[in-house]
């Protein structure tokens, strides 16, 4: 079964509003990235959080990790109609050096 | 560099046909990754190559598919005989360098159905 769940499965907003993900996952972890799959075409990376690290920023992104709670949330600030995508959480977990575990991912649809 | 490069990028074939699929890695990278991805089940990490060496094959659902990596810059990834359920979007993947914080990079795959 797959590490990580995310929710919701499905969002819908406007552009120009914020748009949050949630994954969980359950074993410990050497980090978690956050990937985006536009229809029909692979995956991108969009940023890497390490275990030890709480928050991180990258352009108009924002991840937070609790390994506590054994979750994480991607926030996309001010989103924009070329954000409408799939984002995926993928977690590494500890003892298995390079090989991810994909979540369920959310569909993000941005309207004008 | 090019990317991930993987073809075909559609293949349709008859169940009980033999399915190659074909990934070229980022030139440098060494580690190389198959997925399979579903909307039932997701996305499935199949096997992946470290040094051209298989790592971890467990993913791999039965003996019906195999993966080679010859050298470093090409793998195939086979299903013999197809079946139906076989049908789905197969990625190729690539990482390199030795720190446990890389990314991996995505080809755009290659979507097969098995009639």
């Known amino acids: 079964s797959q590490q990580g769940e995310e929710d919701p499965q499905a969002l819908s907003i406007q552009e120009g509003e914020n748009a949050t993900m949630n994954c969980s996952y359950k074993?410990?972890?050497?980090?978690l990235q956050w990937y985006r799959q536009n229809s029909g075409r692979g995956l991108v990376h969009l940023i890497l959080?390490?275990?030890?690290?709480r928050e991180k920023h990258s352009g108009r992104l924002r991840v937070t990790l609790d390994t506590s709670k054994k979750s994480s949330s991607l926030l996309i600030t001010a989103s924009r109609a070329a954000d409408t995508a799939s984002y995926f959480c993928?977690?590494?977990?500890?003892?298995?050096?390079?090989?991810?575990?994909f979540g369920t991912g959310t569909r993000l649809q941005v309207t004008l | 560099d090019a990317g991930v490069i993987q073809s075909p990028r559609h293949e349709v074939t008859e169940m009980g046909q033999e399915v190659t699929l074909r990934c070229k890695p980022i030139?440098?990278?060494?580690?190389l990754f198959w997925y399979r991805q579903t909307m039932m089940r997701g996305l499935e990490l199949l096997i992946y190559?470290?040094?051209?060496?298989?790592?971890?094959d467990s993913g791999m659902p039965e003996d019906r598919f195999s993966a080679k990596m010859p050298n470093a810059s090409f793998s195939t990834l086979k299903i013999q005989p197809s079946e139906p359920r076989d049908s789905a979007v197969y990625f190729c993947?690539?990482?390199?360098?030795?720190?446990?914080?890389?990314?991996?990079?995505f080809g755009p795959g290659t979507r097969l159905t098995v009639l």
């Open positions: 190559f470290n040094n051209n060496v298989p790592i971890d």
């Open positions: 074993t410990s972890i050497n980090n």
């Open positions: 993928a977690t590494e977990g500890r003892g298995t050096a390079s090989k991810l575990t």
């Open positions: 993947a690539s990482r390199g360098g030795t720190s446990f914080y890389n990314e991996q990079f």
């Open positions: 030139s440098g990278h060494d580690y």
């Open positions: 959080i390490r275990s030890n690290e």
